[in-house]
């Protein structure tokens, strides 16, 4: 993935991915540091091990790191190339990038709160389609992924689930007492025939005689 100076954090994304398919070991590299060769002097300081004085295990660690920086560096424009060239590791050329488009953690908190605030007020415009509130969607999860803010599956999912609650058929409401009991036919020639044992009329038992309810 080539990096222009534009959209870095789409760049980022797709970079990580790309070095973590040539060798996890680069990324690892990238993000924790090249352990680079060192000696220390008689005075104590602590400087980079000679070439010269290499051993099997200290040209492994040079050469991965190498790699790592030739990625990069064929990755980005001559601008960015001019900002990184003088870095020694890929970790510090991978960090002054994010410390030149990201900003500083400060500003990233505060990049990181915008994004959160909008996940959590995001909601449908009016007369904007599926395809179009989707996107928008997708745009904040993805910036906010570059800040390495992650949402899990589950809970983007019921986010967006409810934006979809309009296009959703409301229930039926019917009307009448949904207690009331509906005879079947025959039914109710069945109570014709029933002789209340109180008042002697057809059509209901002596406990529901309405002469009773009178008394």
């Known amino acids: 993935p080539y990096f222009d100076g534009n959209n870095y954090s789409h760049w980022k994304a797709k970079m990580t991915i790309f070095i973590q398919s040539l060798d996890y070991n680069l990324w690892d590299l990238i993000v924790d540091g090249p352990n680079l060769p060192t000696v220390i002097l008689e005075n104590g300081d602590l400087v980079s091990k000679p070439r010269n004085l290499y051993d099997d295990n200290d040209r492994k660690k040079v050469q991965i790191n190498a790699k790592a920086k030739h990625i990069i560096i064929c990755a980005i424009n001559s601008n960015d190339f001019n900002r990184i060239s003088s870095c020694v590791s890929a970790k510090e050329m991978w960090d002054r990038l994010e410390v030149t488009y990201e900003g500083t953690n400060q500003v990233k908190e505060a990049k990181i709160s915008m994004l959160v605030h909008e996940y959590e007020m995001f909601t449908m415009n009016e007369n904007e389609d599926i395809k179009s ?4 969607f997708t745009n904040i999860i993805n910036a906010l992924q570059a800040l390495d803010k992650t949402y899990s599956n589950s809970e983007m999912v019921r986010k967006i689930l409810r934006k979809f609650k309009k296009f959703l058929p ?46």
Do not use: D, T
């Open 133 to 136: 509130m989707f996107s928008r």
């Open 170 to 215: 409301n229930k039926k409401k019917f009307g009448g007492n949904p207690n009331k009991r509906i005879h079947q036919k025959g039914e109710a020639s069945k109570l014709e025939e029933i002789i209340c044992f109180e008042c002697n009329k057809p059509g209901h038992y002596k406990s529901v005689c309405p002469r009773l309810n009178k008394k």
